[in-house]
């Protein structure tokens, strides 16, 4: 499992840790991906199944963070990078650094609720590949074309393309590699920086696409649109009321639940309602 994280979100993370060791079986490696000047805050974190990873660590030495500047990296090959969207090439990037054949991302405001076992996401030797309609919104319809582009997919309309955003998603580590190598032979240069001067981009876009779209049958996935995790987005704060009819309406599928970090509430306010629901 990896995480990407930061200090505003350490508690939540904490809670998303507790919860995976509670719930999550078999035991897994979950590793926790932070800056340099937050890893001595996670490390409290760390135990026998959670390592922490720095993403300096992830990253060639022509990418630096500039320390007055919140949220942007600096870069000799590339525009400044976002970090938004480094986060985003931090994921592709753990694969070139681990060895397990399966990597499951989960955002750090995830928490499971209920028992579960990762071997679900494996069907006879294939991953499950998160997969649903398209979401008509313009930013979705941007994404895919700009994978599209990096891709070098032409001839699809992007508002019909499947959606492959959500929460708990599982990736298998040679299809990234294979990703990688595909997206250095389209743009010649490396994948790194190719996406680095990509302004806007969805890494579950891009890698759904390129399986889909390039592996198509090779790709050792099987499509499931079930929704295992239920997702509060909404800015504004919920009430403890609220939170507890939250909980409650998650459907028995459902085996954690998202509440977005923008939404300010605490993760004490909710902590004790994970066990409830299970």
Request: proline share 5%.
């Amino acid at each position: 499992m990896i995480t990407p994280s930061y200090a505003p979100d350490f508690e939540r993370c904490r809670l998303l840790c507790q919860s995976v060791q509670e719930f999550i079986s078999p035991a897994v490696t979950h590793y926790i991906v932070v800056g340099q000047r937050d890893k001595k805050l996670f490390s409290q974190l760390q135990n026998r199944n959670t390592e922490i990873i720095t993403v300096q660590s992830m990253l060639p030495s022509w990418i630096q963070r500039i320390p007055v500047v919140e949220n942007v990296w600096f870069s000799w090959k590339t525009m400044p990078v976002r970090g938004w969207l480094l986060q985003q090439i931090v994921k592709i990037a753990v694969a070139q650094h681990l060895s397990q054949d399966v990597l499951v991302c989960i955002d750090s405001d995830v928490a499971f609720i209920r028992p579960f076992s990762l071997q679900e996401f494996i069907r006879e030797d294939q991953v499950r590949l998160f997969r649903i309609a398209p979401c008509l919104q313009p930013k979705f319809e941007q994404w895919h074309e700009n994978s599209c582009s990096l891709l070098d997919i032409v001839g699809l309309n992007p508002a019909q393309l499947p959606n492959y955003i959500g929460q708990i998603i599982s990736w298998k580590r040679e299809n990234v590699l294979k990703m990688c190598q595909y997206i250095e032979s389209v743009s010649g240069r490396s994948w790194m920086e190719t996406l680095c001067n990509s302004w806007d981009m969805s890494e579950y876009m891009l890698y759904g696409n390129f399986v889909d779209q390039i592996l198509k049958e090779e790709s050792g996935h099987f499509i499931d649109e079930t929704s295992i995790c239920l997702e509060y987005w909404l800015h504004e704060a919920m009430t403890d009321r609220q939170l507890e009819s939250f909980f409650a309406s998650a459907h028995p599928s459902q085996i954690a639940v998202m509440i977005a970090s923008k939404a300010k509430i605490p993760p004490n306010r909710y902590e004790n309602l994970l066990k409830v629901v299970s």
